[in-house]
């Protein structure tokens, strides 16, 4: 019997020594993804604030709204990440419910971001045109940003050469014979593809985070539950040790 006793005592000590290495697992994973997450908001806020101070000359003025939309979910990144850290490093169950709401609405708002994105892509040929022969002679930043992609690409005009090249002798000057319509829309969407492939990492990464945030504010609520009925029975034995020895003293 003894010896069963001590098969039974090491088989309970194995599996919460499992469930303990399982519940730090989670954990450490938990908190390195929201690691992750806070530094790429942290740098979301930052390349969103360099866009920004050099949006002026945007030709479809893109890039204006492509830093505010940075800016505006790298800080929520950053916000929700430090919950999630703050919340697995001292196992606050509340904590991490609240990040787990909090990163189910943002992946909701980049799923509608991306949409977004992706139907302003097929316009985006519409934006490019309309843009160039309204600025293309006004002496406005965004002559000087046509000008800069023309330098940049090697090519003359929208359309063609003679399509409202910036300057208008800019293919005898250069002596470039291509035009800049295929380059800057192929260029364009090159950049939305770029951050619509970011956008569907962090959504990735954000959907596991989910999934071992709920994982893990399960286990610490057992973990709560198990302490409570421990108390309790350790207050019940207590309690029955005293009213046992008062018991034994009255009939001393």
């Known amino acids: 019997m003894p010896f069963l006793s ?5 088989s309970f000590s194995r599996e919460s020594c499992f469930a303990a290495s399982g519940f730090m697992f989670v954990k450490n994973i938990l908190l390195f993804i929201n690691f992750l ?13 360099y866009i920004q101070s050099r ?28 919950l999630g850290c703050f919340g697995a490093a001292n196992e606050k169950g509340m904590l991490l419910k609240t990040y787990f709401a909090l990163l ?4 909701v708002l980049e799923i509608g971001i991306g949409a977004a994105a992706y139907h302003k892509q097929e316009d985006l040929g519409v934006l490019i045109e309309d843009s160039w ?28 050469i003679t399509d409202a090249p910036v300057p208008k002798n800019c293919a005898s000057k250069f002596e470039w014979n291509t035009s ?10 090159s950049s939305l593809d770029t ?10 990464i954000e959907l596991v985070a989910i999934v071992f945030s709920a994982v893990l504010f399960n286990r610490i609520a057992k973990k709560e539950k198990q ?19 008062y018991q034994n003293y009255q009939y001393l």
Request: glycine letters at 14%; a neutral charge.
């Open 195 to 204: 951050i619509g492939a970011t956008g569907l990492a962090m959504g990735l």
């Open 37 to 49: 997450s806070l530094l790429a908001g942290l740098i979301l806020i930052g390349g969103g604030g």
């Open 180 to 189: 800049c319509y295929d380059a800057v829309l192929g260029s364009m969407e």
């Open 133 to 160: 022969r309204n600025n293309a002679y006004a002496n406005s930043s965004i002559t000087e940003s046509i000008k800069t992609l023309e330098i940049s690409f090697k090519c003359c005009g929208l359309r063609n």
């Open 104 to 107: 189910i609405l943002l992946v």
């Open 227 to 245: 302490g409570e009925s421990l108390m309790t029975d350790s207050w019940r034995i207590n309690r029955s040790k005293v009213q046992y020895g």
């Open 55 to 82: 949006s002026s000359g945007d030709i479809v003025n893109l890039s204006g709204s492509i830093a505010a939309g940075a800016i505006v979910i790298g800080c929520m990144i950053t916000i929700i990440s430090f």
């Open 6 to 10: 001590r098969i039974g005592t090491f």
